[in-house]
């Protein structure tokens, strides 16, 4: 991660946050490390889910160059976060999932590919990475139908369309 934003890697953040906003989530500002980190947090239950409730995060940084090792390196972070806030009781009628999202001025094609290539999992809890070319608005993100956590897979695709469109 970069600490120097550019303004269209600020206005997508700003964006993002207004997105979460409007969904209902929670939303801040932490400072990890000197970088300002949009956080979003939002709860849902459903009957469908076998009686389950999902705690979503949308972790949100800037970059200016998103590569596939800091994607990795981000993903690993936000999860070990999320994890500490809410993961303790998880797979006890608790799941968590986040979307760790490197927001950046230029985007290489591997973490594209990676972001793309499918969802991170540990037990009850998943993340999908995306990596955002802020210029063009890119979103690039896993967004198919998983083995694993099936049941929450239209949930956070539509909660990832939403917050990430495709540009």
Sequence with gaps: MDTT?????????????????????????????????LIGHRGDFRMRWMATKLHLFTVAAPATLVTADALQRFT??????????KGQLRGFQNGVAVFPALVGTQVEPAA?????????????AVARPVAVEAGSGTASA???????????????????????PVA
């Design 76 to 85: 690993a972070t936000a999860m070990d976060y999320v994890l500490a806030r």
């Design 5 to 37: 934003a550019t303004e269209p890697v600020r206005a997508y953040l700003t964006a993002t946050g207004e997105r979460l906003r409007a969904d209902g989530c929670e939303v801040r500002t932490e400072d990890w490390g000197g970088v300002p980190v």
């Design 142 to 164: 896993y967004r198919g139908n998983p083995v694993l956590g099936f049941i929450y897979a239209a949930h956070l695709r539509n909660k990832l369309n939403a917050y990430f």
């Design 112 to 124: 594209s590919a990676w972001a793309q290539g499918g969802q991170q999992v540990k037990f009850a």
